[in-house]
């Protein structure tokens, strides 16, 4: 599932608008009905980031994966539920019921799902949550960027990474100032993780200068990387690989500039195109 937006393209040294497809994130909430010593019990039990499609699949795997069922017969019905919300006019919740079953790891739900929450937006609870903290904006026109720095901060990014080299396997960010100098770089085999390191080492090291610097990442840009440098208050990130609908929908609505497809000699603005020097 995909959609069109407008993107700024720059390639053989020139810019030109044109529309582009973009694969489409929204979150899904998963929802359980089980019983529980005999009395029906429902509970909101985590929110996933996916594309739209094929969520029944989605969550058939998910419960066997994390083995909270051990069969699908334990799965009575899945069904969709709520309004149909937001620009793409779908359903965003989903209920799992399942049979009155020995099978059905109970204790686990209890004790990995409702009274833990893990990283980020996949381990909330209820879309409720996703209303993030930020209210201000950041800079609408700093860091100013020029081309040349801009599409060399991945390659920057790569030989100063120290992992990547040994295993090919592994994502890195790093915090960079306006005139292209790498100020700090973390890597993990998570983009989420080094992103949080990356944030980490800044905080504690007073790195931090929204309206001189910008943050690049090794791999496609997700809303929840997005969110995570809202909270620094930067206002320009780039990322090698293309980004979510829902990374450009929250990069807009906070002014952040957000550039995908960055290569040697190309690269895709997909908002707010003031904060990139074009000459």
């Known amino acids: 599932m995909n959609s069109k937006y407008k993107v700024i393209k720059f390639r053989k040294n020139k810019f030109e608008n044109v529309d582009d497809f973009i694969s489409i994130e929204e979150p899904l909430e998963i929802s359980l009905k ?87 937006v996949c381990g909330k609870s209820s879309l409720d949550a996703l209303d993030i903290i930020k209210k201000e904006k950041t800079p609408k026109a700093n860091p100013k960027l020029s081309k040349e720095v801009l599409i060399n901060s991945p390659s920057v990014l790569r030989k100063n990474q120290s992992e990547f080299a040994k295993t090919g396997g592994i994502h890195a960010s790093g915090l960079f100032s306006s005139n292209g100098n790498l100020i700090s770089l973390r890597e993990d085999v998570g ?51 293309a980004p979510t609908s829902l990374a450009i929908d929250l990069a807009n609505k906070f002014d952040m500039t957000l550039v995908g497809f960055v290569k040697e000699d190309s690269f895709n603005i997909y908002t707010n195109n003031q904060k990139v020097i074009v000459s």
């Open 34 to 120: 089980y019983k529980d010593q005999n009395k029906w019990v429902k509970n909101s039990l985590s929110i996933t980031m996916r594309t739209p499609g094929h969520d029944e699949d989605l969550v058939r795997g998910f419960l066997f994966n994390e083995q909270i069922i051990q069969n699908l017969k334990d799965i009575k019905t899945i069904e969709s539920f709520g309004d149909k919300v937001g620009q793409y006019n779908i359903q965003n919740k989903i209920l799992v019921t399942l049979n009155n079953s020995k099978n059905v790891n109970i204790s686990k739900i209890k004790k990995d799902f409702l009274t833990n929450s893990s990283c980020g």
């Open 191 to 241: 983009r989420h993780n080094a992103l949080d390191k990356l944030i980490g080492d800044s905080l504690i090291n007073n790195y931090l200068q929204p309206n001189d610097q910008f943050i690049t990442c090794s791999g496609r840009l997700n809303f929840e990387l997005v969110q995570k440098v809202l909270m620094t208050n930067i206002g320009l990130m780039i990322g090698v690989g």
